[in-house]
Every structure is written in structure tokens, then in C-alpha cells.
T-cell receptor
Framework: SQTIHQWPATLVQPVGSPLSLECTVE??????LYWYRQAAGRGLQLLFY??????ISSEVPQNLSASRPQDRQFILSSKKLLLSDSGFYLC???????????FGSGTRLTVV | DAKTTQPNSMESNEEEPVHLPCNHS???????IHWYRQLPSQGPEYVIH???SNVNNRMASLAIAEDRKSSTLILHRATLRDAAVYYC????????????FGKGTKLSVIP
């Protein structure tokens, strides 16, 4: 069966520090991968998506970047965090039209 | 992307059926209608999807209007665990399979 792992679950980082969030998928190959963010009391915002290794599409210009170094690994990064980067970050993968998205358990990031 | 309109919030008594409506009048002919829910402090969870015919699974039923401009998610017996935000999302499934979440309907279940 397919599973998605996302870590860490919670993170408190100072302003100006770097960020690296990792997401891995098991049990499937060549998945579409996604990073979403949900700010407090707000809706889910698509940040990045990837349809293959090394392929990244950005939906919102911002302080963040994404990379896909391996088929089932998706990384969200920042060189210098801002207060506005705080939020609930979710990784998801899609195995196709008939199955929808499967989301990870999320990382709650607080920038202080 | 097709726009959707959902009630901001709804309430239901436990053990009673719940009908969550969604209007998607600008949906294209090839868009599937997906429903997700998000429990507090968790990521969204896939519930059900359909194209034209009504659909049933272990979680819910989806009733799609004949003109496809609206749909209704039906929870047959609401439980406390069903309290969540429910999102209705037209989904083309083409290319990158991008899901665009709106504000959804916050469902409260009263014991």
C-alpha cells in the first residue's frame, strides 16, 4: 500500500533561519507531488507541484523553494524564514484522476 | 478553474443524515467533482468523487445534478468524527492534477 511521510510534525524557527521540510512517498512510482500551506484561519494554498524528478512548478512567488531530487522525495526549503512563513505545511501526492490526492500529516511551522 | 459556492457552515445532530450542497455552475464537461474533508489539525482527506452518475462509497454518497451545475455530499449518519471542513472541488485531472481548495463548509455535529 502507498504511504506518505512528512516530517517534522512541529517546528519553531527564528526569523532569518533556513528551513528544510521533507516528504517521501512509498509504494508507488512517478507520483505527482505537491506542497500546500495553510496559514492560521485561512484556506489551503498550493505552493509547488512536481510531475517528475527535477521538475518543479511554482504557484506563488515567495520566500520558499522546492526540489525533487528523487522520484518519491519532495523537499520544501527556505534560505531565510520570514514571520509570514508560519503556517501548516502539507505534502500530497496524486496517483491519478480516479484516486484523488493523499495528504501527509503536515508540519506546523512557527517562525518567531 | 470552475468556481464553487458552499455554505460557510452547517450543523447536524449526531446519527442523523447530512446533506452538504455545492454549486459549481461553471464546471466544464470533463471536470470530475471531488470532495475532501479536513479534520481539525489534520491534512485533507479524500472523501468521494464523481463525473455524472451518483456515487457511493463507505464514507459517503455523492449526488450530482443532471446538468452537473451542483452536487450534494450525503453523510448517511453523522458521527462526532465527521465534524470537519468539507471541500467541493471541480477537478480536471489533466496534466498536473492540481487541486484548488476554496473555503469549504464547516460541519458541526451535535451530540
Amino acid at each position: 500500500s502507498q504511504t506518505i511521510h512528512q516530517w517534522p510534525a512541529t517546528l519553531v524557527q527564528p526569523v532569518g533561519s533556513p528551513l528544510s521540510l521533507e516528504c517521501t512517498v512509498e509504494g508507488t512510482s512517478n507520483p505527482n507531488l505537491y506542497w500546500y500551506r495553510q496559514a492560521a484561519g485561512r484556506g489551503l494554498q498550493l505552493l509547488f507541484y512536481s510531475v517528475g524528478i527535477g521538475q518543479i512548478s511554482s504557484e506563488v512567488p515567495q520566500n520558499l523553494s522546492a526540489s525533487r531530487p528523487q522520484d518519491r522525495q519532495f523537499i520544501l526549503s527556505s534560505k531565510k524564514l520570514l514571520l509570514s512563513d508560519s503556517g501548516f505545511y502539507l505534502c500530497a501526492w496524486a496517483r491519478g484522476l480516479f484516486y484523488g490526492y493523499t495528504f501527509g500529516s503536515g508540519t506546523r511551522l512557527t517562525v518567531v | 478553474d470552475a468556481k464553487t459556492t458552499q455554505p460557510n457552515s452547517m450543523e447536524s445532530n449526531e446519527e442523523e443524515p447530512v446533506h452538504l450542497p455545492c454549486n459549481h455552475s461553471t464546471i466544464s464537461g470533463t471536470d470530475y467533482i471531488h470532495w475532501y474533508r479536513q479534520l481539525p489539525s489534520q491534512g485533507p482527506e479524500y472523501v468521494i468523487h464523481g463525473l455524472t452518475s451518483n456515487v457511493n462509497n463507505r464514507m459517503a454518497s455523492l449526488a450530482i445534478a443532471e446538468d452537473r451545475k451542483s452536487s450534494t455530499l450525503i453523510l448517511h449518519r453523522a458521527t462526532l468524527r465527521d465534524a470537519a471542513v468539507y471541500y467541493c472541488i471541480p477537478f480536471s485531472g489533466a496534466g498536473s492534477y492540481q487541486l484548488t481548495f476554496g473555503k469549504g463548509t464547516k460541519l458541526s455535529v451535535i451530540p
